[in-house]
């Protein structure tokens, strides 16, 4: 019997069959070569690969950050607005939100989700169809922390259209198996949230929850971490501010995710989908928040400090990558009183300045008579005009054209805050010039932290820092120098001198002979605590008479003060600039037992693992003797103790079981007015007066430091005292361990001083 031949397979098939496995194990050896030869750069046609180190230690740009003493966030310095944040700190909402829309798979692969992939490939490139991304979160986290899409990272064949996209991608698996070999899921889901951006220059979830709702990232509710989570689609195009529509849709498309993946409820998923979004919206700006002034200040020394030390590797600190900590011995609570009491009594007292003018313009001569070309003087001082003057050189109609082109701009009000306006340059130099400024610290004499620091009224609007910065003529706070210079030289606070005339002659220079606040002298003897108390000048003149010049510019530099003096007899009455910055150092000698102690800011600085990188510590140098120093504060106390104190009108209910030394200072024509408070535990300094000494009040009784400065000290010291968290307690100074060799209970008005203690002398009594 014949047997019946097997069938034969065609030969195309076994052709076809044997080439698809040819081309299959060729393209999958293809593939394995590909990616050697990517990961080592293969004649540098691919592009670099972070090495192992970077992976271990991932880098990646942060804010770095600047905190007040009781540990509040002050602000940032920044390229890219990112303060890093741990697992811990991550609301549970936010972590279910990312997870559910972004790598819902994200547990169980290790890098790679390779069911997404073979989603992507079918619909998406087979099908034609929007599939979704395929990438994970690992993927993102990688293309987030090495900028693999950079062009910085590509290499030759990366210019080729299709194969840039397949090496980026093949890239992004590389690295993401890698962080999974070197990361827990919770450290990589937290990169991620770190190094991702929001928009409104926002980078990483802390500072994204900040500025859209003002939350910490553990605060964000499952709406709000849905808004978020819905912003990595498409910072702008979903942005909650710029198109809240869209994003209203993309947060319930996450909260869709949510409810399918059975993180939310069918009936939380109905009821928050149904709730509008609700913003706090805010940008970080240099400009707002607490100690703005200061924060700009402390920038510049930082920016110092990074050119003058160096890393452990011999490279640069960058204050806008490093993420430093930067801890400074402000306190946030004495911050916010001390700019509430700036704010409350300058908006007070504007006004009066704006009332005094009326109608007229407020820059006055010696005689009071408005100064011609002042504003047109002035704007060539400017920015503006310098710009103007290159475009147009000597064409002085063209650039007065455009110093009176009115244009669309904001400017500062009192009342009304911010104004939309047209305004010129011009315009708007007249505008500014009217408005008074102020400067205000605040400090802990015996360990020199500056507890609260104003530079201005409003950062936004006036640039200049008025307490280390700005130096203008301190009046009769400088009296204090002159007097002790008398205590160290053997005058005792109850030596009397007569009111009368002065004069004292320097060789080759005319007799200075200065007069009384009132034009007036009274002849009658009284003690130099006193004298100091009502701020008799003619008595300092007497005592720099009786000393020198030298003497007492010696002294007031041994004390604190490093601005130029001059050795002339008119420096008794403040004559040369100085800073509230050296003003409150060298009050604080006083206070701190003759102790001098440099006021700083900065107490310690961090890199961004919490490593301290510098510790600062106070400068220190005794001054004077510790008897010296209280004796100082015992004349300084004259100003509320003595019958006719410059301080007199200072609230009983903060001088009530408590001594304070104060003194008051204006300078002529009122152009600048002073306030020096102390206590056993502050001492503080303000300054009130024009932009530019020409402008200030006509009246007298208005312009005096006690009237312009000294509310500002009033309001800042009830509300420390009030606030019984600072530990600030009204008392008395110390006194010196050794019993004093002098008697100091001496003025002759000490016994009357309580039947005055309510009653304003000053409004009846001016002051140098």
Known sequence: ????????????????????????????????????????????????????????????????????????????????????????????????????????????????????????????????????????????????????????????????????????????????????????????????????????????????????????????????????????KAPTYYSPVFNPENSLRRRNTVLGQMYRNDLLTETEYDSISQLPIELDYSVSNQNQGLATYFREVVKADLIKWT????????????????????????????????????DEHMRSLQATFFKEMGTREPWVDGNNQIIPNFIEDQVKRTEAYRLLKQRYGNDVDSIDFRLNEKKKMKVFSWEKGEIDTLMSTMDSMRYYKKFLQTGFMSMDPHTGHIKAWVGGMDHKYFKFDHVKQGKRQPGSTFKPFVYAAAIENGYSPCYTVVDQPVEVYIPGQP????????????????????????????????????????????????????????EVPALALGVNDVSIFEMVGAFGTFVNKGEHTTPYYIDRIEDKNGNVIQQFTPKKRPAMSEEHAYLMTYMLRGGFEERGGTSQGVPYTIREGNEL???????????????????????????VGGDDRAIHFRSWTAGQGS??????????????????????????????????????????????????????????????
């Open 707 to 768: 009237k312009t400065a000294r509310p500002i000290w009033v309001k800042y010291m009830t509300k420390v005292y009030a606030d019984k968290s600072l530990g600030y307690t009204k008392g008395a100074f110390p006194r010196p361990e050794r019993p004093l060799s002098i008697e100091i209970n001496c003025d002759v008005y000490e016994k009357e001083s309580q039947r005055f203690a309510d009653f304003d002398y000053d409004t009846k009594k001016n002051d140098f």
């Open 307 to 342: 050119k003058e030390n160096l890393k452990s590797d011999g490279s640069a600190y960058d204050l806008y990558g490093d993420g430093l900590r930067i801890y400074t011995t402000i306190d946030s609570r004495m911050q916010r009183y001390a700019e509430e009491s700036v």
């Open 511 to 566: 007799a200075w002979s200065p007069s009384n606040a009132d034009g007036k002298f009274s002849y009658a003897n009284m003690t130099i605590r006193h004298a100091m108390a009502e701020s008799i000048n003619s008595v300092t003149a007497y005592m720099m008479k009786k000393l020198s010049p030298k003497i007492i510019v010696e002294t007031a530099r041994r004390l604190g003060i490093t601005s130029d003096l001059e």
């Open 661 to 687: 030394g104060g003194k008051t200072g204006t300078t002529q024509n009122a152009s600048d007015g002073w306030y020096m408070g102390i206590s056993k535990d502050l001492v503080s300094g303000t300054w």
């Open 1 to 232: 019997m014949r047997n019946k031949a097997k069938p034969q397979s065609e030969p195309w098939v076994q052709k076809t069959i044997k080439y698809l496995w040819i081309a299959f194990v060729g393209g999958f050896f293809a593939f394995i070569l590909f990616v050697w030869m990517l990961s080592i750069n293969f004649l540098g046609l691919f592009g670099s690969l972070p090495d192992f180190k970077a992976l271990e230690n991932p880098d990646s740009e942060l804010a770095s950050e600047l905190y007040s003493t009781d540990g509040i966030l002050l602000g940032t310095y920044f390229r890219e607005n990112r303060s890093p944040v741990t697992f811990d700190e991550l609301s549970p909402n936010l972590v279910n939100a990312l997870i559910a829309t972004e790598d819902v798979r994200f547990e169980d692969h290790s890098g790679i989700d390779m069911t997404a992939m073979l989603r992507v490939f079918v619909k998406s490139i087979l099908l034609g169809q929007d599939s979704g991304g395929g990438s994970t979160l690992s993927q993102q986290t990688a293309k987030n922390l090495f900028k693999t899409r950079n062009d910085d990272n590509q290499g030759l064949l990366s210019s080729i259209p299709g194969l840039r996209m397949l090496i980026v991608k093949t890239k992004e698996w590389i690295v993401a198996t890698q962080l999974e070999k070197s990361y827990t899921k919770n450290e990589i889901l937290t990169l991620y949230l770190n190094t991702s951006e929001f928009g409104s220059n926002a980078y990483g979830i802390k500072t994204a929850a900040k500025t859209f709702f003002k939350k910490s990232p553990a605060e964000l509710n499952v709406q709000e971490s849905a808004v978020l989570v819905g912003l990595f």
